[in-house]
C-alpha cells in the first residue's frame, strides 16, 4: 500500500479541482450560449463535439459535490485501503460520467458509458465478498447486453439518418421519409430500454437493489448519480431527437417514460416497506426517487422538467447521504449489521439517530426540507396533465408507503438501543466515526440549502428547462460552430 | 449478399440471446460473446454493403460512390469494447465460481436439485 497518502492527496485535490471547475462551468452558461468544443478541429457534423449547457453544466456539478462527499468518506473509513486502485477507479468513473454529461454525439455518449461502466464494474467489486460478487456478476451482465442494445440503436439510426451527432439527426429526423419513421421510432424506443437500464426503469430494474445494497459505502454513494446518468439521457438525446422539431415523432416516447415511472414509483414504494436491511431499503429509496425522476420528464412541459431538474439535485445529493449514514449505523450496530432487529447496542445512537430522522425526512418528501418542495413542483407541474389523477394519487401513496416504512425503521433501529456496559464489547459496534460522520453531514446539509436558496436554484433550473426545450437553438447552435483557424487563435 | 448477412446476424442474434437466458455463467458468456458478434456485423452492414467500392482517400478522384468509412471506425471501437468486457466478465465469472462455489448466475446450490450431479462434491 506504498503511496496511499499520495494518491489520496492527488485524489482528493482533483475532485476539489472539479468542484471550483465546474461552478465556473455553470457561471459560463449564465449566457446561455452555448460552449462548443470541436475535438481535431473536425465541425460538426464530421467529427465529435463536446457541448456544454446549463444541463450538462448543473450535472457535473452535482456529480463533483457527491464526490468529495463519497471521497471523504471512503479515506476516513480506510474503505480505499480494501483493496487496490481505489482512486484510479474513482477517478475514471468520474472521467466516464462527466463525459457523458458533456458529448454531443451519440457514439462517443457510448464509449464514455463504457468507461464509467468499466469504472464502476472495479468499484462496485472493490473490497470483495460473496454477495457482493453475485451483485456484480448481475450487473455486468445487464449492462453488457444494455450495450449490446445501445450499438445496435445506434447502428440503425446511421443507417436510417447517416449521422451520429445528436444536433444533426435532429435535423435530420425533421425532414426524414415519411417510410423511415417507423425505423426510427423503433431505433428511439431501443435506446429508452438501455437508458432504462441505466435510470433502473421498470421492468430493468432488477439488478439495482442488491447492487448498491451489497457494495461498499462509498461506491454506493456515488453510484447514486450513475442512475441520473439515464435520465440525463432520456432528456438529452429523447428531448432533442425527438423534440418540437420532429413532426410526428414529438415526445412520442413521453408516455412510456411517464407509464413506466408511475409503475417504477410503485414497485420501489413496494420495495422499501419490504427491505430486510437498511442498504436494501436505501437502495429502493433511490429507486423511488428516480421513478419520481421519470414521471417528471414523462410530463414533458419546461414546468415539469424544471421540478424534474430540482428534484435530481436533491435526491442525487440525499441518496449519497443515506448510503453514507447506512454504513455509519452498520458499523455502530456490531453483529446486528443493517438488518431491522431492535435491541443492539450503539454508541452515540442519539446523534446517529436524530441525523437519520432528519435525512429520512428528506428523502421521503416531507416539510420543511427539500424533497417536499420537490414533489409540489412535479405535482403542481402535473395539474395540467391527462393523467393528472393517477400521477397524484400515485406519488402520493407511495409517498405515504415510505413515511410509514422509514419511521417503522427509524423505531426498529434507535428506540431500543442497549447501553453500552449492558452487553460483552465484542458485540458493540465501533464508536462513531466523527471525521466520516462530516460527509454525512455535509451531503444532507444540500437539503436545507436547497430550501434556503430555492428562488435562484429554481431560477436557474427554470432557465435550464427552457433551453432543453428549445432545441431548434442547440441544433443551430452546433451546426454552425466554425472551426478554428490560424487568425481567430 | 444481402441475405446471408441478415440470415448471419438474426443466427448469431437469436443464438446469443438463447445462451443469454441460461442459468450458468459459461453460456452467459457465449451468449455475450455471440451477440456482440451480431452487433458488430450489423454496425458495419449499417454503411450500406458494397463491393469494390474505394475508400475516401483521394480529395481530387472523382468517384460517384466510395465504401462509408465511419461504420468501419464503429466497428473497431465496438469490437475493442467487446473484447475487453468479455475478458473482464470471464474473470468475474471465474472469481464467482471460486467464492460461491458453482457456476449458478445466482450462486444458488443446484446440486440437491439435479441427481445425476450427486456425489460429484
Not at chain 1, 465546474?22 to 457541448?51: C, E, M
Not at chain 1, 414497485?267 to 423511488?288: D, F, K, N, P, S
Not at chain 1, 443492539?344 to 446523534?351: D, K, R, V
Amino acid at each position: 500500500m506504498g503511496g496511499i497518502r499520495l494518491q489520496r492527496a492527488i485524489s482528493f485535490l482533483a475532485v476539489i479541482g472539479l468542484v471550483l471547475l465546474s461552478a465556473a462551468l455553470i457561471s459560463a452558461t449564465s449566457t446561455d450560449q452555448y460552449q462548443v468544443y470541436l475535438l481535431g478541429n473536425w465541425t460538426a457534423p464530421f467529427g465529435i463535439v463536446l457541448v456544454l449547457d446549463r444541463l450538462s453544466a448543473l450535472m457535473v456539478t452535482v456529480t463533483s459535490v457527491l464526490a468529495v462527499g463519497a471521497l471523504w468518506y471512503a479515506m476516513t473509513t480506510n474503505t480505499d485501503k480494501k483493496g487496490e486502485h481505489f482512486h484510479i477507479l474513482f477517478q475514471l468513473q468520474l472521467f466516464g460520467l462527466n463525459g457523458a454529461f458533456l458529448t454531443g454525439d451519440v457514439f462517443n455518449l457510448f464509449v464514455f458509458f463504457e468507461v464509467l461502466l468499466l469504472a464502476s464494474y472495479g468499484l462496485l467489486l472493490h473490497g470483495n465478498g460473496r454477495l457482493r460478487t453475485k451483485a456484480g456478476l448481475h450487473y455486468v451482465v445487464i449492462n453488457l447486453i444494455g450495450s449490446t442494445l445501445f450499438l445496435f440503436a445506434v447502428g440503425v439510426l446511421y443507417g436510417v439518418l447517416g449521422t451520429l451527432n445528436i444536433a444533426d439527426m435532429a435535423a435530420k429526423i425533421a425532414v426524414a421519409p415519411q417510410e423511415d419513421l417507423g425505423v426510427i421510432a423503433a431505433a428511439g424506443l431501443l435506446l429508452l430500454v438501455v437508458f432504462g437500464v441505466k435510470a433502473a426503469m421498470f421492468p430493468l430494474y432488477l439488478w439495482m437493489p442488491s447492487a448498491y445494497a451489497n457494495t461498499s459505502a462509498p461506491v454506493a454513494a456515488l453510484f447514486a448519480i450513475m442512475t441520473k446518468v439515464g435520465i440525463y439521457s432520456i432528456i438529452r438525446i429523447h428531448g432533442t431527437i425527438f423534440g418540437s422539431e420532429a413532426g410526428e415523432l414529438a415526445y412520442y416516447y413521453a408516455p412510456w417514460v411517464l407509464g413506466l415511472g408511475l409503475i417504477t414509483l410503485l414497485l420501489a414504494a413496494l420495495g422499501v416497506m419490504a427491505a430486510r436491511g437498511l442498504r436494501e431499503q436505501v437502495a429502493y429509496l433511490v429507486l423511488a426517487s428516480v421513478a419520481t425522476l421519470l414521471i417528471g420528464v414523462g410530463l414533458m412541459s419546461p414546468a415539469a422538467l424544471n421540478a424534474t431538474l430540482y428534484y435530481l439535485i436533491h435526491s442525487t445529493l440525499i441518496a449519497g447521504a443515506m448510503f453514507l449514514l447506512a454504513d455509519v449505523v452498520l458499523r455502530g450496530r456490531g453483529t446486528y449489521e443493517d438488518r431491522f432487529e431492535s435491541g443492539s447496542c450503539m454508541p452515540n445512537a442519539i446523534l446517529i439517530g436524530s441525523v437519520f430522522m432528519i435525512a429520512a425526512i428528506a428523502m421521503t418528501g416531507m416539510p420543511p426540507l427539500s424533497g417536499f418542495f420537490g414533489k409540489i413542483l412535479i405535482l403542481s407541474a402535473a395539474l395540467d396533465d391527462a393523467w393528472f389523477a393517477m400521477i397524484t394519487s400515485v406519488v402520493l401513496v407511495s409517498g405515504l408507503i415510505t413515511i410509514l416504512s422509514m419511521a417503522r425503521t427509524g423505531s426498529l433501529i434507535f428506540y431500543k438501543v442497549l447501553p453500552e456496559e449492558s452487553v460483552p464489547a465484542s458485540e458493540c459496534g465501533k464508536p462513531l466515526n466523527r471525521m466520516a460522520f462530516i460527509a454525512v453531514i455535509g451531503l444532507l446539509l444540500a437539503s436545507p440549502v436547497l430550501v434556503v436558496f430555492a428562488q435562484p436554484i429554481t431560477a436557474f433550473t427554470e432557465a435550464t428547462a427552457n433551453q432543453v426545450f428549445n432545441s431548434a437553438v442547440y441544433i443551430d447552435a452546433i451546426l454552425t460552430t466554425p472551426a478554428v483557424t490560424e487568425e481567430s487563435k | 449478399m444481402e441475405w446471408l448477412i441478415s440470415l448471419a446476424i438474426g443466427v448469431l442474434t437469436a443464438s446469443g440471446v438463447y445462451l443469454t437466458l441460461r442459468a450458468y455463467t459459461f453460456p452467459v458468456v457465449m451468449g455475450l460473446t455471440l451477440l456482440a458478434y451480431a452487433v458488430n456485423i450489423f454496425l458495419f452492414s449499417m454503411g450500406r454493403l458494397t463491393v469494390g467500392l474505394p475508400a475516401v482517400i483521394d480529395k481530387t478522384a472523382e468517384v460517384a460512390q466510395y465504401s462509408d468509412p465511419l461504420p468501419q471506425a464503429l466497428v473497431l471501437t465496438a469490437i475493442v469494447i467487446a473484447f475487453g468486457m468479455t475478458a473482464f466478465l470471464i474473470v468475474l465469472a471465474l472469481k464467482a465460481r471460486g467464492e460461491l462455489g458453482n457456476d449458478h448466475v445466482d450462486g444458488l446450490d443446484v446440486e440437491s436439485e439435479s441427481h445425476s450431479n450427486k456425489g460429484v462434491k
